[in-house]
């Protein structure tokens, strides 16, 4: 029997690029929320007048965003919404770290891609080197379905789409869908039951994705997934060779979720913590 497929979402990957780009007075908008500060005034700001846009427009919007062309969403998943109008609060800051490692043969892998937003953004710097390699890693499948639709509008960046969950294994785990926010779809531990619809989706473990795409070097890795990072990161840690470990890991700060500590194990292999962000955690080595 297959599995059940997940509620549906708005999705359009068939209509050409600028099908939907934004009307005069949402596009000003946008303008102006993009380069607005990141002041509290200007917070207040770019929310009043992001509200007065979303009006006029509609369940997606073409637009050209870290040099890039994307179709993205306006309801469903917040992380679209705040990148669509308000970049500099995006991450700004973990974003740039990442994109300073841009160079010849450079490797970044985004785990918990969503639509690609750290992926395309790391791209705008890596484009510029021979030989960089983007994974961008996405198990829920509507997800994933949008964020190839923005890698085909893209083809000159190097990113590849990986549709698979990255646990501590291969296998099959059941994912909690958050239709309300979908980005905040979730694995399920062993023995967890949600209250929420699922499905199944495959899992790998991040030696696995680095040993199916013939990696031989990370030189950045992101992990954002919900909680999850634990198993995605620690199991890496005990097996992967020192050439393989990345210069700098962005890592959700879900610290409350982690049954183990998830810092010292990283500090075992050299890593520190060198900055505590809103979100997230920034190791290097």
């Given at each position: 029997m297959s599995p059940k497929p997940p509620s549906s979402i708005f999705i359009d990957d068939t209509s050409p690029y600028g099908h939907y780009a934004p009307n005069s007075v949402p596009a000003l908008i946008m303008l102006l929320t993009r380069v607005l500060g990141t002041q509290w005034l200007a917070k207040r700001m770019i929310f009043l007048l992001r509200r007065l846009a979303l009006i006029g427009m509609?369940?997606?919007?073409?637009?050209?965003?870290?040099?890039?062309?994307?179709?993205?969403?306006?309801?469903?998943?917040?992380?679209?919404?705040?990148?669509?109008?308000?970049?500099?609060?995006?991450?700004?800051?973990?974003?740039?770290?990442?994109s300073k490692l841009a160079a010849a043969e450079a490797v970044f892998i985004d785990v918990g891609a969503n639509v690609g937003l750290y992926s395309f953004s790391v791209a705008e710097s890596f484009k510029h080197f021979k030989g960089t390699k983007i994974i961008a890693v996405e198990a829920q499948p509507q997800i994933a379905r949008r964020l190839k639709q923005n890698c085909k509008l893209n083809p000159e960046l190097n990113i590849h789409v990986a549709e698979v969950g990255i646990s501590d294994a291969k296998g099959i785990m059941s994912m909690a869908m958050n239709m309300?926010?979908?980005?905040?779809?979730?694995?399920?531990?062993?023995?967890?039951?949600?209250?929420?619809?699922?499905?199944?989706?495959?899992?790998?473990?991040?030696?696995?994705?680095?040993?199916?795409?013939?990696l031989t070097r990370v030189d950045g890795l992101k992990i954002d997934v919900e909680g999850h990072e634990e198993a995605v990161l620690v199991p890496f840690l005990e097996t992967a060779p020192d050439?393989?470990?990345?210069?700098?890991?962005?890592?959700?700060?879900?610290?409350?979720?982690?049954?183990?500590?998830?810092?010292?194990?990283?500090?075992?292999?050299?890593?520190?913590?060198?900055?505590?962000?809103?979100?997230?955690?920034?190791?290097?080595?």
């Open positions: 509609g369940k997606c919007v073409d637009t050209v965003l870290f040099g890039a062309r994307l179709r993205l969403y306006t309801s469903g998943n917040v992380s679209e919404k705040r990148a669509l109008f308000s970049p500099k609060l995006f991450d700004a800051e973990e974003r740039m770290a990442l309300k926010n979908i980005g905040q779809t979730r694995l399920l531990k062993q023995g967890e039951e949600a209250s929420i619809e699922t499905i199944d989706v495959p899992v790998m473990s991040l030696m696995d994705l680095i040993t199916e795409h013939q050439a393989l470990l990345p210069k700098l890991i962005v890592i959700e700060d879900n610290r409350s979720q982690w049954d183990g500590d998830v810092i010292a194990a990283a500090a075992q292999r050299g890593f520190v913590l060198s900055r505590k962000t809103r979100l997230n955690l920034m190791l290097t080595r």
